[in-house]
């Protein structure tokens, strides 16, 4: 079965930027030698000088999920918790690195619930993770709210704040991150270069913590030489083209708005506005929409019997999706 548009994985439509290309290119020789300290050492200034916040409060890793995942392994076992639906590594890295995954159900589905969350914490809880934007319902979760969410958890648990959609989030402040592990205790804030700079294939990403104690334990946690030099070239380059980095997601912004009026108009909409690269489509019968759009050359990403998550890519691509649910869904164009 053909496929024209794999919508599935939340990846950005474009290819690496010129300047992100031409370095990679030149740094091909390198590939044979371990990637040096001193590399990450400056991309993780970098970082730091991009957002505010001190070099020794980040920590660069395999992919946020990576970050994740150290952390994990380096704090006290015991139990996480999040919403459910969310993005599917939660579980297997919290249970991987031994601890217990606590999945609170929200409702309505795909959406995530801060009560639900707050309720399901206890004495065994370590960490809690909060998306925002919330993968699969796009939803975020604003400042305030997370600043009063931390005041209300114990003080020993760590809260993780995953922002790997971060970039196409119109409602985020851009001191954010800084407010964040500023004005909280225990706390981090996971940032990736996989989404909005398109580097997904080189699986690198970072961590910004309210401790530098915690962050060099984090970061003792990494294993070594898991950060490629590739990826690290390539982020480092790509964080010195912040103007272009805009134009890309705000393409991506409007195909979103576009995929969103069409889904409101015909009675399809979550009644959530995604503040990601992505939409969500509820819907008990996920199977059949599902299976539709693969019909007509389209892969999305299906949570059974809660709803679908559609990739915002090209403008070929909503045209693609509007036409099939336009086709199957006995909707209007």
Known sequence: MRVDFDLSRNELPFDPLPEVRRILES???????????????????QIGELLGVPRDRVVVGPGSVGVLDALLHAEPK????????????????????????????????????????????????????????????????GLNELLDFRRALPKPVLLVVDQAYAEFDETLPGDAVLRLVTEMDSAVVLRSFSKAYG?????????VFSSAVLAARVRAAVPTYSVNSLGITAAAESLRHQRQLRERVAQVIVNRKRLEEFLLHHGLFSGVVSQGNFVWVPTTDS???????????????????????????SDASVDAVIHSLTTHCRVDA
């Open 27 to 45: 740094s091909a020789d390198k590939i044979s030698r371990y990637p040096e300290d001193q590399c990450v050492n400056q991309l993780t200034a």
């Open 78 to 141: 015991g139990a996480t918790v999040f919403a459910t639906p969310a993005f599917d590594e939660y579980a297997i890295l919290i249970a991987r690195a031994g601890g217990v995954p606590v999945a609170t159900v929200s409702d309505p589905p795909g959406k995530q619930s801060l009560d639900s969350i707050l309720a399901r914490v206890d004495d065994s809880t370590r960490q809690v993770i909060i998306a925002t934007p919330h993968n699969p319902s796009g939803a975020a979760v």
């Open 199 to 207: 580097l997904a294939g080189l699986r690198i990403g970072y961590g």
């Open 287 to 313: 199977h059949t929409v599902s299976m539709q759009a693969r019909a007509d050359g389209i892969l999305v990403r299906e949570y059974p019997g809660l709803g679908v998550r559609i990739t915002v890519q």
